[in-house]
């Protein structure tokens, strides 16, 4: 019976993270109200914002190798 009550996990992609951080950087848009906007606790989007260095970083790497792999696929 428990099982029904407990909420499932959402996984956030690295996309949604990278713009909750500019949002709340940029924009100055407090936590609660990105928590609301995204359907997370504020605790989530919190932990996000104390991994912003890795995940932004973690980000720049990916984005380069999926452009360069989308313009060897148009390319051809």
Same mark, same amino acid.
């Not at 609301?36 to 504020?42: I, P």
């Not at 190798?65 to 060897?72: E, F, M, Q, S, T």
């Given at each position: 019976?428990? =099982?029904? =009550?407990?909420?499932?996990?959402? &996984? !956030?992609?690295?996309? $949604?993270?990278?713009? @909750? @951080?500019?949002?709340? &950087? #940029?924009?100055? @848009? +407090?936590? %609660?109200?990105? +928590?609301? #906007?995204?359907?997370? =606790? /504020?605790? /989530? !989007? %919190? $932990? !996000?914002? %104390?991994?912003?260095?890795?995940?932004?970083?973690?980000?720049?790497?990916?984005? &380069?190798? *999926?452009? *360069?792999?989308?313009?060897?696929? @148009?390319?051809?």
């Amino acid at each position: 019976m428990s =099982n029904l =009550n407990q909420k499932k996990r959402k &996984c !956030i992609s690295l996309e $949604t993270k990278v713009e @909750i @951080i500019k949002k709340h &950087c #940029e924009q100055k @848009i +407090a936590t %609660s109200i990105l +928590a609301k #906007e995204y359907s997370v =606790n /504020t605790s /989530t !989007i %919190s $932990t !996000i914002l %104390s991994s912003k260095e890795k995940i932004l970083e973690h980000f720049e790497k990916n984005s &380069c190798g *999926a452009l *360069a792999r989308y313009r060897k696929q @148009i390319n051809k």
